[in-house]
Structure formats: C-alpha cells, structure tokens
C-alpha cells in the first residue's frame, strides 16, 4: 500500500530555514501529484505546494518566495526547502500523494519556528 514518511522537522529561529522530504513506497511515484500540506494549531489543513507528475509547481501566497518544493523520481521522494521562516510557519507539515482524486497522506512532522 502506499507509504508516505516525512522527516526534516523541528525547531527553527526565525529567519532560519528547514528541508523536508517525504519518502514514498507502495507506489509509481511519478504518476502521482505530491504536495506539502499544514495545520497549525486550531486552524485547518492547508496547501503549501505541490509539484505535479508533469513537473508543474504551485505554491500557496504564503510561501511564495520562501518555499521550494522539489521531487525525485529515481529516489521516490518529494522535498520542501523552506527558508526565511516565521512565527506563523509553525505547523504540523504533511506530505500528500494524490492521483485520480484519491489522496494519501503522511503522518506528519512538526515545525516549531521560535527564538
């Protein structure tokens, strides 16, 4: 079955700068949309970015300039390069793998940005 593992997370200053991945398995990984998503505390999940099967990226306002997300086919994983980070970034961040409007989704890894 499809398995999505993230790794990266933690605690972060401001201004710093973080790199996520998501190891995929279970899966052809590069037929599948992969994106970042996040829930900070009492709000809801939101996308961050997601880079299609057709190498298409697109990023949410609020990572526009600071983020880059990036994947690899042969290594079946996807990347979030997140730089510049603030207070408001802290968030549980999830992977999620989407194909035919069927979506997976990874257990998360927490970002905490704070001095």
């Known amino acids: 079955q499809v398995q999505l593992v993230e790794s990266g997370g933690g605690l972060v200053q401001p201004g710093g700068s973080l790199r996520l991945s998501c190891a995929a398995s279970g899966m052809i990984f590069s037929i599948y949309d992969m994106g970042w998503y996040r829930q900070a505390p009492g709000k809801q999940r939101e996308l961050v970015a997601i880079?299609?099967?057709?190498?298409?990226?697109n990023y949410a306002v609020s990572g526009k300039g600071r983020f880059t997300i990036s994947r690899d086919n042969a290594k079946t994983t996807v990347y979030l390069q997140m730089n510049s980070l603030n207070p408001e970034d802290t968030a549980v961040y999830y992977c999620?793998?989407?194909?035919?409007?069927?979506?997976?989704w990874g257990q998360g890894t927490q970002v905490t940005v704070s001095s």
């Open positions: 999620n793998a989407s194909r035919g409007g069927i979506p997976y």
């Open positions: 880079t299609t099967s057709i190498l298409t990226t």
